[in-house]
T-cell receptor, first 112, second 112 residues
């Protein structure tokens, strides 16, 4: 089954404790992206990657890092999480040949 | 200039009625306008999308109307059903980029 998977689905952590949210897709898509969803703000793009080793900032990249060492994986790293990064995070992927994005199931992160 | 403004924030419609959600944009470089549907606990899923070279696109009960001169586009859900109850997001993507700008979302409730 074609899908985007994220782990963990739920995470509660404390301020300053480094964490990684993983994202993997099995559709051989070149493009992957991370979004955060907050009430009243919709989805905002954090980082995106056009292919292996090629990444760029979205609209809200501060406090986040990404890497794309393999085509199927695109982890999101929070090196020093803060409470304002409490949010619902989505990973998405798409092919270069299509605008259609496929979203993962989401990761709900709470930073206390 | 990168914003996509979506209205209304919430919408209640009777079963069988027409649901209309509107979006407006400023950036004339946008050339792809998708609508996403999101059910609670799930990631957004592409519902229907349009390019600016057409004024309307219909897929089943869902229609996008696009007004290039007014820089507005809207989603019409005909014969709305309780199963359509979800959050809907409009989005826009500038030509030649991998960026996506989302609206703030509309929570639709269709009463049985």
């Amino acid at each position: 089954e074609a899908q985007v998977t994220q782990n963990p689905r739920y995470l509660i952590t404390v301020t300053g404790k480094k964490l990684t949210v993983t994202c993997s897709q099995n559709m051989n898509h070149e493009y992957m992206s991370w979004y955060r969803q907050d009430p009243g703000l919709g989805l905002r793009q954090i980082y995106y990657s056009m292919n292996v080793e090629v990444t760029d900032k979205g609209d809200v990249p501060e406090g986040y890092k990404v890497s794309r060492k393999e085509k199927r994986n695109f982890p999101l790293i929070l090196e020093s999480p803060s409470p304002n990064q409490t949010s619902l995070y989505f990973c998405a992927s798409r092919s270069h040949n299509s605008y259609e994005q496929y979203f993962g199931p989401g990761t709900r992160l709470t930073v206390t | 200039q990168q914003q996509v403004k979506q209205s209304p924030q919430s919408l209640i419609v009777q079963k069988g009625g027409i649901s209309i959600i509107n979006c407006a944009y400023e950036n004339t470089a946008f050339d792809y306008f998708p609508w996403y549907q999101q059910f609670p606990g799930k990631g957004p899923a592409l519902l229907i999308a349009i390019r600016p070279d057409v004024s309307e696109k219909k897929e089943g009960r869902f229609t996008i109307s696009f007004n290039k001169s007014a820089k507005q586009f809207s989603l019409h859900i005909m014969d709305s059903q309780p199963g359509d109850s979800a959050t809907y997001f409009c989005a826009a993507s500038p030509s030649g980029t991998y960026k996506y700008i989302f609206g703030t979302g509309t929570r639709l409730k269709v009463l049985a």
